[in-house]
């Protein structure tokens, strides 16, 4: 059974459709990703996943839970790294860490080996008592992937993970990622615009494009299709060489339906 299955998918904002009727499946211990340009419906989509956005119709299931019927015992199925820094940069990194263990409810005795674990994984043990302020862009990156997964989750949403870091951190962090996935069996949904990074790293591709589905498979069968060299090329055969607004009408609205994550 896989554990993301997505059925006929819509989420409309007053007129405007940023998900179109969209189904998929992700399959337990793979590395999905979930590609589009600016305003496809990459966003919109995450959001209703992760709780923070009810659908206008359609089902999502994750971990077995229904998303919408069930939010509470959803959120303690994933873990996520959002776009934007979430850190608190007047925190060490193992109080950031600490934090997280105490807003899903992990006692001592669980969280203080887990941390310890987590921080040497992505090679910050060192620098547990750093204020995370002095932190670079890709030991915070690091340091949210580790807090993503302190609570044991099932899934781990990646949103744009090595948006503006050097490529020698992006390796890094990919190693880390891939690491993880294959040492705890995690399942990682991420979304990328560093087309080599999904061709690499991930096991299957959903592009999306207009809200709708347009293509899903791996790098080589779309790559094969399309008659392409690589996984980019074949993404803009797909979606076009048009210049994309982003979401950001949708975003205002969005924000309006965050304080659902705190039901």
Known sequence: MPIIEVKNLIKKFDQTTAVDNISFTVERGEI????????????TTIKMLTTLLDPTSGTISLNGFNVVENPSDTRKSFGIVFQDPSLDTELTAYENMEFHAVLYGLSRKVANPRIKDLLTLVELDDRKDDFVKNFSGGMKRRLEIARGLLHHPKVLFLDEPTLGLDPQ???????YIKNLSEKEGITVFVTTHYMEEAERVANRVAIIDHGKIVREGTAESLKKETGKDSLEDAFISLTGNTIRPDESGALDQMRDHARRWKR
């Open 169 to 175: 951190t992006r390796n890094h962090i990919w190693g």
């Open 32 to 43: 999905f990703a979930f590609l589009g340009p600016n305003g496809a419906g990459k966003t």
